[in-house]
């Protein structure tokens, strides 16, 4: 009997599933991580999206603080090894292929991208890696010890506080909602002091800007009308909340927005169940969001830095 063909997408689609069903938001991450808590390479890169999305939740899952992760391959050329019986983590990537001619045949793996011609597809492939925590005989800089310090506190630390002022989005403060409001392209947050921490607020403040990153002269993302627990609305907010969890690898804060758990998490399943690869997809924006409110942020520095020389 052939052995059935693994699919990526599908296996990581049922963990996350199966973490929401038991009503858990399996990228909350309550206590700190070495580096900042963005996942990384065994050479020091830096993972991207759904990867850094789904090695931070498995971070956060096994309560690992180093960042650091890589492959079998990689720690034997480190003279390292996996320790036995350790389970591996699985990441992803995806590449682009020229299509063979029909007497050739065709890649038994890949998508179409769509294009007239058909001459290339889009292929999803995945590895196996492991946290360094699971890896004997690593050079100790693979195993920082995380920054100690008091818990968060209702004050914003000024680096943090200047990131997101640089940010051209309008944000006022004050009232008890956080919401972005596409009419008015304005977010509405409470004030700093109403929050039990700056972790937060911040994660609270990032969770709507990158709503707002989805306006027509930002990064024009719609999933269709939009109302109130329907599936628009439910894949928008999964974007945010994944954009939440990047910002905060990128900040040292941890994903902390949602109250109404099961209602989100209820709409969550459904549309995951519906569509498995849509949890990539889902990460992908949310990485553009975050980069683009990065980038965003250093151009309002920038901007701010001539316009005090001059």
Known sequence: MAKQKLDPAQEITNEIIGLLEKGTMPWRRPWKIAGGGVPLRHNRERYQGINAFLLGLRSAMMGYSSPYWMTFAQAKALNASVKKGSKSSIVVYYGTASKRSADGGDASEGEDDGKEGGGTYRFLKSYRVFHVSQIEGLDASYYPEPEGGANDRPT???EAQAFFDAIDIDVRYGGDRACYIPSLDQVDMP???R?????????TLTHELA????????????????SFGNEAYAKEELVACISEALMGQRMGFHADHIDNHAAYISSWITVLKGDTRFLFTAAAHAQRAVDWLVEASEAGMKKETFDEAA
């Open 156 to 158: 914003m630390d000024p």
């Open 195 to 203: 929050f039990e921490s700056a972790g937060g607020f911040m994660s």
């Open 191 to 193: 004030d700093l002091a």
């Open 211 to 226: 709503h707002a990153t989805k306006a027509k002269d930002r990064l024009d993302r719609s999933f269709g009308v939009s």
